[in-house]
């Protein structure tokens, strides 16, 4: 039987991607002696908020996801950040890989909303590993489960994913509105002539002030 360790070495923003991502860097060791021919390995990424200190700031914006600081010991529950799957080559002893995983800017998606409420310091996640294992036995190729008790904790600092989400989005910020609200917002923007979409926003919030003052 073959005995796999795994572990992340390095994570950081992929700079030529075609979308924000960012990629760990994964060791994966082989502690039995054993020849690996492939492994096809499938991983997923749990946030574990539970794992780190908030700041008052921080858990402002965090309300809309664990409520009150006061209820956190019941709602500061692990979050689904990404699950994908890659292969490994052959190895013996050890080899490492890349395991890019795209990143969503859309603060409708837990995962986002949690890293961008985060000003700085580091996000505690879970690497949790499946899939199957290939060897070579005495009849021929041998086929492996990853145990399911394989898994690896991470840090990833917050500077990563914003920067990631820098690269594509730089000095911006997305949200999502219902197709009828864009439209009256794109007859609004073209009425008044405006140029940008930040500044249709602001003539309506001047607008609104305007008229509570």
């Known amino acids: 039987m073959t005995e796999l360790v795994f ?11 075609a979308a924000p991502t960012v990629r760990f860097r994964l060791k994966v060791s082989e502690t039995s002696g054993a020849r690996i021919h492939a492994v096809a ?23 809309d996801l664990f409520g009150e600081r006061s209820r956190w010991g019941e709602t500061l529950k692990p979050l689904q950040f990404a699950e994908l799957s890659v292969m490994l080559p052959g190895f013996q002893g050890s080899t490492e890989a890349d395991l890019p995983v795209p990143c969503t800017y859309d ?3 837990a995962s986002a909303k949690y890293f961008d409420a985060l000003s700085d310091g580091e996000v505690p996640l879970l690497l ?35 920067e990631a989400m820098e690269l594509h989005f730089p000095g911006t ?41």
């Open 173 to 213: 910020a997305w949200i999502r509105v219902r197709r009828e609200t864009f439209e009256a917002l794109h007859r609004f923007k073209s009425h008044r002539a405006l140029p940008t979409w930040d500044d249709a926003l602001e003539a309506l919030l001047e607008g609104a002030e305007e008229s509570t003052a």
């Open 128 to 162: 949790l590993f499946s899939g199957t294992v290939f060897t070579r036995g005495r009849s021929g190729v041998m086929v492996e489960r990853v145990p399911w008790d394989k898994e690896a904790a991470c840090r990833m600092p917050v500077r990563v994913w914003r």
């Open 107 to 109: 603060f409708e998606v």
């Open 7 to 17: 572990d992340c070495v390095d994570v950081r923003a992929e700079r030529w991607a």
């Open 41 to 63: 390995l499938r991983c997923q990424l749990r946030i574990e908020p539970q794992r780190r200190r908030y700041s008052d700031a921080e858990a402002e914006r965090l309300l």
